[in-house]
């Protein structure tokens, strides 16, 4: 992963667009939903409020893959010995490993939510397993329009990660040459007493050598994510004159 200027997080639960949904939404739960939580709507929700409560959903997943991106980077040094349940020790360089894996596999998720979202928010009426980049992005109601330079953007920036995401998926666990440099100790350490004097003489300096790795894992997760999310931002914000037209003619044309 290359590192480059870090930008400030942007909190997408804030966006226009989030907010409006949550204002329809709120409504909708008001007017056609019982007062205590959960439960099934008091009566048949009418095409607006279908699609607003469709939209809000949709909306969720989406923000709430971003909201997992920036888990990362916090998770990562988070480290503290552990075993698991059979005595087996979880390493340093086992905690970051599954933590890059996880960070890995949740960017994939982001641009498939991203897909699914604008085929709800435009009603093109596309199955869910149905929504790839070429059914949805190029579309004849999105192409020509800013959502689908907003989509363009995001698919930029997830795509130099796909081939990583796919090999943890269906092939092998992650690692990379930096992190081999110090997880050959890390992997003694499990196979060895705690007092073995080749793990206390080594131990400061593997300590150290992890402790700035971590480091710049940390900068570069951020960097990514926080880029992840400001495109995304950027896509909810071409969605919500879509989003206003449309619960607008569904309100216009029920009865």
């Not at 950027?234 to 919500?240: A, H, N």
């Amino acid at each position: 992963m290359a590192t480059s200027k870090p930008s400030a997080s942007v909190n997408l639960h804030n966006t226009p667009l989030v907010q409006r949904l949550s204002s329809l939404t709120a409504a909708l739960l008001r007017a056609a939903y019982p007062p205590q939580f959960g439960g099934a709507p008091l009566r048949p929700l009418s095409p607006a409020e279908d699609y607003v409560r469709n939209c809000m959903l949709s909306a969720g997943e989406l923000v709430t893959a971003c909201d997992q991106l920036q888990y990362a980077p916090v998770y990562l040094s988070g480290y503290h010995r552990r075993s698991t349940a059979d005595g087996s020790l979880i390493t340093r360089a086992d905690h970051v490993a599954y933590q890059v894996e996880n960070f890995m596999i949740r960017l994939g998720t982001v641009t498939d939510r991203a897909l699914k979202l604008v085929n709800v928010v435009f009603q093109l009426g596309i199955q869910p397993k149905e929504c790839r980049w070429s059914v949805v992005a190029e579309n004849a109601h999105v192409a020509p329009t800013a959502v689908r330079k907003r989509l363009d953007a995001i698919e930029q920036a997830v795509r130099p990660h796909r081939a990583a995401r796919n090999r943890i998926v269906h092939q092998e666990r992650y690692s990379d040459e930096q992190l081999k440099k110090w997880e050959v100790f890390f992997v003694l350490e499990k196979s060895c007493a705690e007092s073995d004097p080749l793990i206390r003489r080594y131990r400061t300096f593997y300590k150290t050598m992890a402790d700035r790795d971590v480091r710049s894992r940390r900068e570069e997760l951020s960097v990514l994510s926080n880029g992840v999310s400001d495109r995304i931002a950027r896509l909810l914000e071409s969605l919500l004159p879509v989003v206003e037209r449309t619960n607008q003619r569904l309100s216009d044309t029920q009865p």
